[in-house]
Nanobody
Framework: QVQLVDSGGGLVQAGGSLRLSCAASGSIFSIMGWYRQAPGKQRELVATITRSSSTNYADSVKGRFTISRDNAKNTVYLQMNSLKPEDTAIYYC???????????WGQGTQVTVSS
């Protein structure tokens, strides 16, 4: 019944911007965030945000990416600016339920940044 649907990926040139969205349903969520997985690499944390809007970012995206959430809509966003080819990856939405701390994942959305 809990479901996360992420979207907003695409192909952009270096220096461009994208905004990812993740619509969660079926529960109330404590921590929500974004992870990414590049070809040949393990999945890594990009950013997280709590229900009270406390944020945490990977060093590689600080100053360029901004995570936010709309608690009423159970939606988390990732605004990505000044994109680099190194940001190319599949981006996955992640959320932890408030009541039992179960973790759920979105299906992933592809972000490709060309040189």
């Amino acid at each position: 019944q809990v479901q996360l649907v992420d979207s907003g990926g695409g192909l952009v040139q270096a220096g461009g911007s994208l905004r990812l969205s993740c619509a969660a349903s079926g529960s109330i969520f404590s921590i929500m965030g974004w992870y990414r997985q590049a070809p040949g690499k393990q999945r890594e944390l990009v950013a997280t945000i709590t229900r009270s809007s406390s944020t945490n970012y990977a060093d590689s995206v600080k100053g360029r990416f901004t995570i936010s959430r709309d608690n009423a809509k159970n939606t988390v966003y990732l605004q990505m600016n000044s994109l680099k080819p190194e940001d190319t990856a599949i981006y996955y939405c992640n959320a932890r339920t408030h009541y039992d701390s179960n973790v759920y994942w979105g299906q992933g959305t592809q972000v490709t940044v060309s040189s």
